[in-house]
């Protein structure tokens, strides 16, 4: 048994959590046996299928990848050409946590909007694709938005409907970044078409969910994507074992555990959002769904790095995310909690 680190790895992300049972179990199940490669198996299909019936989405086509990373790049590369534009919030993963990796397989320009907390007003599209049709500029091709986003806030229903309309009607595509698409879900218990109303293209999240590993691209729209699977081979991810992915989003899809998952690490974020203003601190942004960002002294930050790993997304800014799991426990949140009462 691995020692256990002094410093703990709780609520330093969601991708630090364990694998989920569940996800154990279907790569063990799945490991039987010889299996036909590249996401011709059995296995492949019915994943597929349970996520194209899980996002009412019976015409779409479903890739599947290693890495949220990948997933995006896949979507976002295959939609544009080398002279297009592709929009995004100012705090978008593909923006600041992406290592350039959209730009440099795409070859378009990436164009950040302001936004609150990721959320994006859908006029700040109008001005960009004003510029259409001029040679001197790129031209805006794809707008991608993050269901839930880098800031823990979720994009309503309606919310998410109007700005996709607004898009549509300017002659945008829309992706969604789904990392978080199942904490989304949970957190405004709809269905999960209404959490991506007419997006053409998502990127829906394993890792981050239970999975050990592996993320999922739905296809809504494919005529728009042309070569999205040459761009899947040229960048590593069709992977010939590609059943020990798609094993994992079939056990979790079955009798709703995504959801399950999501909305335990949910009610963790609340209870530990609660908590935190029960001691008097101030919260950088409404808790929505698993991610709570408070603001801390330094004096506080620092002293809470002896004990704790959380992540500071703007070294200027005194915010400090801490992310929940479904592996996160009561007794993890009350400890933290006990913890930050000290340094108090």
């Known amino acids: 048994m691995a020692d256990v680190p002094s410093v703990s790895t709780a609520f330093a992300s969601d991708n630090a959590a364990p694998g989920h049972p569940k996800a154990l179990e279907a790569l063990h199940l799945v490991n039987v046996g010889h299996a036909p490669s590249y996401g011709s198996d059995v296995v492949t299909h019915r994943a597929a299928d349970a996520l194209k019936d899980a996002f009412d989405s019976p015409d779409a086509e479903v890739l599947f990848a290693f890495t949220g990373t990948a997933a995006n790049i896949i979507a976002l590369a295959s939609a544009v050409q080398p002279w297009h534009e592709i929009l995004c919030s100012d705090v978008a993963h593909v923006l600041l946590d992406e290592a350039g990796g959209p730009v440099r397989l795409s070859g378009a320009q990436l164009t950040r909007l302001p936004s ?66 199942a904490n989304a879900i949970a957190a405004m218990d709809v269905s999960p078409r209404e959490a991506i109303a007419d997006a053409d293209i998502v990127t829906v999240g394993g890792t981050k969910n239970g999975m050990l590993f592996g993320d999922a691209v739905l296809v809504r729209n494919p005529e728009h994507f042309n070569g999205i699977h040459f761009v899947q081979k040229q960048i590593g991810h069709l992977a010939s074992k590609q059943r020990f992915v798609a094993a994992q989003f079939l056990a979790f899809l079955t009798d709703g555990l995504w959801l399950d998952t999501a909305a335990h690490a949910n009610a963790m974020a609340r209870r530990l959002s609660l908590g935190m203003a029960a001691l008097g601190l101030r919260l950088a942004s409404p808790v929505e769904a698993n991610e709570v960002f408070v603001n801390l002294d330094d004096d506080v930050r620092i002293a809470l790095a002896q004990s704790y790993s959380v992540h500071q997304p703007d070294p200027a800014e005194p915010g400090v995310r801490f992310v929940c799991s479904w592996s996160t426990l009561d007794s993890d949140v009350d400890a933290v909690l006990t913890t930050l009462r000290e340094l108090l």
């Open 116 to 181: 609150d907390d990721g959320l994006i007003a859908p006029e700040e599209l109008d001005r960009r694709a004003a510029r259409r049709g001029e040679v001197h500029h790129s031209q805006p091709r794809i707008v991608t938005i993050t269901q839930s986003t880098e800031n823990g806030r979720v994009w309503t229903a309606p919310a998410i409907a109007e700005f996709i309309d607004h898009a549509h009607a300017l002659g945008l595509l829309v992706h969604i970044d789904g990392a978080r698409i």
